[in-house]
């Protein structure tokens, strides 16, 4: 069966098979059902864990709901980023406006909870009215003193992309505020981590040991005060590339402040990250990188031998894989690797043209690569390659269960730390547990009958 639709046929490539030409970034097919989120989430997902910030979605009240919480990203402090308020536009305010909704829910919500900064995310029937939402922020900044910043993410304007780059916009009005006083030489900021299940005290923790101060944590247990001064910092580390490279660029551009792409996901990366910054710093400090070395060493020390154990399982089996941007998939290509399983779907929401480049370079002939995929798609390719487990986020666990398929959920809810050497060997334990599961001897997988069930799948 082709599961794949005419017009999407050029942003899917088998490798070995065809010539490689993904296309991809190009607005969801309409009618098809898309894996991909809209703008307005793009920019929720990368401003929601300012934990000390009010973030208001000026929309009807699905939209909240269904970013409610996106990311469940931790924080070591305020927790004000986990309430979804929501102006709760209804068909009156279509006909007449929300933007008297809007000046009243800020008056309401500033004084009572007494944020730090306020997001107001533009939805799609914000951009439909055409409500004045930078009018009404630029006169809640006059009456609270605050900074309340509009985020143009009306959700039909693009893809989740363009969602990253409203939040990066609405991030750089923060940037400058600051003092910068108390920075040192070896000093970072942290761009594109979500701390989703307290990943980013494990990186700041390996940091810290090498001697790395650690400016802001900009997108994951934020804070708006770091923000402001996070343009005093030496070195941006960028891991989700997707969501905060124009970050990144931005400071670049108007501070001069480098960046480095990183991943703290499977050993090499995360190995190869703090290398990365050891080696940046090595002017300051020519002992920097020895240190690293022997925090590398420990942490593998202790790590080896725990992944020789699941390994013994899981050589052989198949994965796959379906994230949001495709900077992610890289790491957990070779992640599964070194539990000697093979990638043999992978896809991505959001990836560029060189992000799929550098896949195609990395992954094995007779790999599936797909960008913007649907739940039909996914679901023919997990059957035709016989996945054994499926790496993704919510919208993905049903189809992977559907099919009788272990599943491992790798995105936005996940509640296990999957980041740094620990992280990797939490990863394969999820894996491991969910491959290996007794359940699919009595659910298994789609199109395979186990020995002892007849024909009617009862028990001989
Ligand atoms: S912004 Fe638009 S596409 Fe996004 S959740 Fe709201 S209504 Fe749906």
Known sequence: MNAVLEERASQVCRLGEEPFAMVCNRPSLAGAVSQRACVFCGSRVVLYPIADALHLVHGPIGCAVYTWDIRGALSSGPQLHRMSFSTDLKEKDVIFGGENKLAASLDELIPQYTPKAVFVYSTCIVGLIGDDVDAV??????????????????????????????????????????????????????????????????????????????????????????????????????????????????????????????????????????????????????????????????????????????????????????????????????????????????????????????????????????????????????????????????????????????FCDHNHERKIALEGFVGMYNFAKEVHASTMSSVWKIMPRKGYKPPFLDKEGCHV
């Open 137 to 406: 922020c630029r006169k809640a900044e006059e009456r609270f003193g605050i900074p309340v910043i509009p985020v143009h993410s009306e959700g039909f304007k693009g893809n989740k992309r363009a969602g990253y780059s409203a939040a990066c916009q609405a991030l750089m009005r923060l940037v400058g505020k600051g003092s910068t006083e108390g920075i040192g030489p070896l000093s970072v900021n942290i761009l594109g981590d979500f701390n989703l299940a307290g990943e980013i005290w494990i990186v700041r923790g390996y940091l810290e040991k090498m001697g790395i101060q650690v400016v802001a944590n900009v997108t994951g247990d934020g804070r708006v005060e770091d923000i402001q001064r996070c343009h005093g910092a030496r070195l941006n580390l960028v891991q989700c590339s997707g969501a905060t490279m124009e970050f990144a660029r931005m400071l670049q551009e108007r501070y001069g402040i480098p960046c480095i792409r990183v991943s703290y996901l499977g050993i090499e990366d995360m190995a190869d990250s703090l290398y990365k910054v050891a080696d940046f710093f090595a002017a300051q400090d020519p002992s920097l990188r020895e240190r690293t070395a022997q925090l590398v060493r420990t942490e593998l020390e202790w790590l080896l031998p725990r992944l020789a154990e699941l390994r013994r399982d899981l050589e052989g089996k198949r994965a796959a894989l379906y994230v949001g941007g495709s900077f992610k998939a890289f790491s957990l290509v070779k992640a599964f690797r070194h539990l000697g399983m093979q990638s043999v779907v992978v896809g991505s929401q959001t990836g560029t043209t060189e992000e799929y480049e550098e896949l195609a370079g990395i992954c094995d002939p007779g790999t599936i690569l797909v960008d913007d995929a649907n739940p039909l798609e996914l679901a023919a390719f997990l059957e035709e390659k016989k996945v054994d487990v499926f790496v993704g986020g919510v919208k993905e666990r049903p189809i992977a269960y559907k099919l009788g398929i272990g």
